[in-house]
């Protein structure tokens, strides 16, 4: 079982990756390292990083094997199914960088709204990382199928103010431009909040409305 670690070792990693960069880069962090910055988790055991473009995949992933990263010879059974990673990558501690392009998963994208929405949380040296609004890190690991992403939602929901109809609304404007089917997973995932942690998301009434229809 890999460890987790605390906001200060992804500082220090952060600081590592911006003061190794020849040029300036700005990377979106989502899932649980957003939430171990916002004190909604003690730790996490690897952050999710969306890049805007490829060429920035390709620079950031040739500088963090020169800080040690591999990408794993074995894999997580929750990781398994996850197939749209764009990147997996390990360092010898078992800390893990999972990386996206633009999209995540082939379900939700990193839109102009969501690039709003997030919040500066540092620059180290060349690297600036902005997190994802908490609305959007609900509405991502809705979408996703690990182990930790129910109770992660609800420590989110317990310790801070959501606008459930910004969650919505960007659901419903990604829906448009994919082939469908995020609506009805967002619904899924909020029934199984409801039940399994007692959360009743005020957007549930309009989502069965949505899926009636």
């Known amino acids: 079982m890999r460890k987790s670690y605390g906001k200060e070792y992804l500082q220090e ?12 880069m700005t990377v979106f962090l989502f899932g649980g390292g957003a939430m171990a ?15 805007d473009k490829e060429r920035d995949y390709a620079v950031f ?21 996850i197939k749209a990673i764009d990147g997996m990558w ?11 392009v ?5 379900k939700l994208e990193l839109t102009e709204q969501v690039k709003k929405r997030s919040e500066l949380l540092a620059s180290y040296g060349l690297l600036e990382v902005r997190m994802l609004s908490n609305e959007d890190v609900i509405l991502f690991k809705c979408m996703t199928d690990r182990i930790d992403d129910l ?4 420590a989110i929901v317990r310790t801070s103010s959501i606008d459930w109809n910004i969650i919505l609304e960007e659901c419903k404007l990604q829906e448009r431009s994919k082939k469908g089917g995020l609506l009805l997973r967002l619904l899924e995932k909020l029934e199984e909040l409801k039940e399994k942690q007692g959360i009743d998301a005020p957007i549930l009434p309009q989502l069965r409305k949505i899926a009636s229809q």
């Open 151 to 154: 109770g992660d939602i609800a």
């Open 37 to 51: 910055f916002r004190n909604q988790k003690p730790a996490t055991k690897d952050v999710d990083l969306i890049l």
């Open 61 to 81: 992933t040739e500088l963090i094997k020169h800080l040690g990263f591999k990408e794993p010879v074995e894999v997580e059974i929750e990781h398994k199914g």
């Open 90 to 100: 390990d360092n010898p501690n078992g800390f893990r960088l999972d990386l996206f």
């Open 102 to 106: 633009k999209h995540v998963l082939h």
């Open 13 to 24: 990693l952060f600081a590592k990756i911006g003061d190794s960069l020849s040029e300036e």
